[in-house]
């Protein structure tokens, strides 16, 4: 942290539940007769085979079969070529569904029909999850964008608002602040960031810490922080002087699928105060 309007170098990054999605992705059929291009959210199955659909449904893939279908089972194969699970198919039925959670490993799956041991249908699709961050904000700059709740404790607490663009589902388990914020989550503040037992995230509902936020395929929902990085605190992260301070962190985002991570650069400006916890915060985006 400087004083006036130097910046400072950027210390090392470590690392309202609302909406819901269903996603159609991309099918590229070989035997079907169809075509498509993977990642895509719509499908593109011709109707003239036995697959006349997939899609990702919150953390579900569903593949739906037509009425003249005679299949007796459906693989779903994983990126690696491995079988990721089969379902066998009842008289009668036109759909089958794949529980794929938030462990899977993200890529391109192929979905196969078959009669007996015959392959009669065949579809790719990539599932991958996107995730951004969109918007972020201090709680005692923004108090519309918080939960209910008394404003003392909302304005130390944090926001961010995130939207997965992908075509997978993805959980966060760590919502972090490093950098030139009042109580940051590295070893000079919270000291949570290498715990992943810990994850910053505060659910309102629930009024508590949770491990982590489901975010399914063109879902958009807005994160809490639960650890308070905007409070001073003596003797840790950034306190209040009596020249203004101008310095930036990163809000980093952990998440599951493929043990990705997102992150965003924000610069931080302090106003002057003769009393350590009582300066104005103004936060832009890099």
């Not at 011709?46 to 697959?51: T, V």
Request: charged share 25%; glycine share 10%.
């Amino acid at each position: 942290m400087t004083q006036k309007n130097p910046r400072v170098s950027r210390r090392t990054a470590l690392r309202t539940l609302t909406g819901a999605a269903f996603v159609n992705v991309a099918g590229c059929l070989n035997n079907d007769g169809g075509s498509g291009t993977p990642g895509n959210r719509t499908t593109s199955l011709d109707g003239q085979g036995p697959l006349q659909r997939i899609a990702v449904d919150g953390t579900t893939l569903v593949v739906e079969l037509s009425e003249e279908a005679d299949v007796d089972q459906v693989n779903l194969i994983q990126p690696d070529g491995g079988l990721f699970g089969q379902r066998d198919v009842v008289t009668g039925s036109q759909q089958v569904s794949f529980e794929i959670g938030t462990t899977y490993v993200p890529g391109e799956y192929r979905v196969l029909a078959l009669e007996g041991e015959e392959t009669v249908g065949e579809s790719s699709l990539s599932i991958q999850p996107n995730l951004r961050i969109m918007e972020m904000g201090m709680g005692k700059n923004q108090p519309e964008k918080m939960w209910n709740s008394s404003s003392d404790k909302i304005t130390k607490e944090a926001f961010v608002s995130v939207e997965n663009r992908g075509s997978g589902p993805d959980a966060i388990t760590q919502f972090l602040f490093v950098g030139d914020v009042p109580y940051p989550s590295d070893e000079e503040g919270t000291n949570y960031a290498d715990n992943d037992e810990i994850s910053g995230i505060y659910d309102p509902d629930r009024d508590t810490e949770v491990d982590e936020v489901v975010i399914e395929p063109g879902e958009k929902l807005t994160l809490y922080s639960y650890r308070s990085p905007f409070a001073f605190m003596r003797g840790e992260g950034t306190s209040c002087e009596s020249e203004e301070q101008n310095g930036s962190f990163e809000v980093i985002l952990e998440t599951q699928v493929g043990a990705d991570r997102v992150s965003k650069s924000y610069s931080i400006h302090y106003s002057a105060s003769e009393e350590f916890d009582n300066c104005e915060i103004t936060i832009s985006e890099d």
